[in-house]
């Protein structure tokens, strides 16, 4: 064997054993902390989205307080305000409120009348695109709802998944 083949053998192999030194001191000293960032920065987007349906639902139950325990609502649930959701809860409402649906059902399930849009648009949509995968109607989905307290929850719909606020309608005093 020539000096020159022993040279390029002995690069090669010292060249192969640097770069598994340098692998394993990578695999032992970096590996773990890159981990930890991932579950950091996890972590983190995890309770950022948690955070922002949070937010969303407080929100949704403000709406929900604003416009079911209201004496106006009250009436218009009992029929003595029948232009209710014409005056009080326009379509051009839900855009503002960064609302799809707004529904009001009567103690027997049923849509009484409410106001739907197409997500991402102002266009008017099918109050039923949004109705509860698994229930088949709006009577079941009601029937799973605690009718004495308020709701707050993440349902799957046709539409997508949406956040809904849910109590029943009462006069402003609570009655």
Do not use: C, H
């Amino acid at each position: 064997m020539s000096i020159t083949q022993k040279v390029a053998i002995a690069v090669g192999f010292t060249a192969s054993l640097v770069t598994i030194l340098l692998w394993l001191a990578l695999q032992f000293l970096m590996a773990p902390r890159f981990e930890q960032l991932e579950i950091e920065k996890a972590t983190e987007n995890f309770e950022r989205a948690q955070n922002a349906i949070v937010r969303e639902l407080l929100q949704l139950s403000a709406y929900r307080r604003d416009y079911g325990v209201w004496n106006d609502a009250y009436d218009y649930m009992t029929g003595e305000y029948p232009e209710f959701l014409e005056d009080q809860a326009p379509l051009s409402l839900l855009p503002e409120l960064n609302a799809n649906l707004f529904v009001y059902l009567d103690a027997k399930g049923e849509i009484a009348d409410g106001v739907a849009v197409a997500p991402d648009s102002e266009a008017a949509a099918d109050i039923n695109e949004y109705l509860p995968l698994g229930y088949g109607s709006w009577r079941a989905f009601q029937a799973v709802m605690t009718a004495t307290e308020e709701t707050e929850v993440i349902i799957a719909t046709s539409a997508g998944y949406i956040l809904a606020a849910y109590a029943p309608v009462t006069r402003t005093d609570g009655s």
